[in-house]
T-cell receptor
């Protein structure tokens, strides 16, 4: 079945450090890939997405490139801020029977210290 | 433009009881999906409703049931609550199952 594997957390960085959160996936067909962010006590917010191979999603300084050859969608940011502290989820959509459901990884908690 | 609204925000129930959670989708959205997020885990798909019918279901027992109303709002019902049902329940709406918007969730605690 379809699945997403994220790097284990938690991740702790200093402000302005470089961030990478690894994500690999297993899927049949051609899934769309997503990164969602969850701030404490809140629901999920879409951070970025990519719908086909070699697409790059970007938002708020975060980037991720859909790599079909390595089945990866790693999240990167060049300079993190304290406000980026949150849990990040990699996800894919799996089409079945005319509907699509999201399949999530377990999440990676990021803490950025001043 | 209101996003996805879920109620209540927090709920405490006793084992064996039944619970109903509610979701109002984002304006213009016609599809509602429900997810269960256990502490420290990623959300797990429960089911999806479109045109008032369950279109797809995840690996959850029949104790979990739902409904979608003509105005696209939805309810999630859980019968015979177990301690393991304690989780954050997230509702996500979309237009024709594309482009999900999530609510802030209902935190259910079973004691």
């Amino acid at each position: 079945g379809n699945s997403v594997t994220q790097m284990e957390g938690p991740v702790t960085l200093s402000e302005e450090a470089f961030l990478t959160i690894n994500c690999t996936y297993t899927a049949t067909g051609y899934p769309s890939l997503f990164w969602y962010v969850q701030y404490p006590g809140e629901g999920l917010q879409l951070l970025l997405k990519a719908t086909k191979a070699d697409d790059k999603g970007s938002n708020k300084g975060f980037e991720a490139t859909y790599r079909k050859e390595t089945t990866s969608f790693h999240l990167e940011k060049g300079s993190v801020q304290v406000s980026d502290s949150a849990v990040y989820f990699c996800a894919l959509t799996s089409s079945q029977g005319g509907s699509e459901k999201l399949v999530f990884g377990k999440g990676t908690k990021l803490t950025v210290n001043p | 433009d209101a996003g996805v609204t879920q109620s209540p925000t927090h709920l405490i129930k006793t084992r064996g009881q039944q619970v109903t959670l509610r979701c109002s989708p984002k304006s213009g959205h016609d599809t509602v999906s429900w997810y269960q997020q256990a502490l420290g885990q990623g959300p797990q798909f429960i089911f999806q409703y479109y045109e008032e019918e369950e279109r797809q279901r995840g690996n959850f027992p029949d104790r979990f049931s739902g409904h979608q109303f003509p105005n696209y709002s939805s309810e999630l019902n859980v019968n015979a609550l177990l301690l393991g049902d304690s989780a954050l329940y997230l509702c996500a709406s979309s237009l024709n199952h594309y482009g999900y918007t999530f609510g802030s969730g209902t935190r259910l605690t079973v004691v």
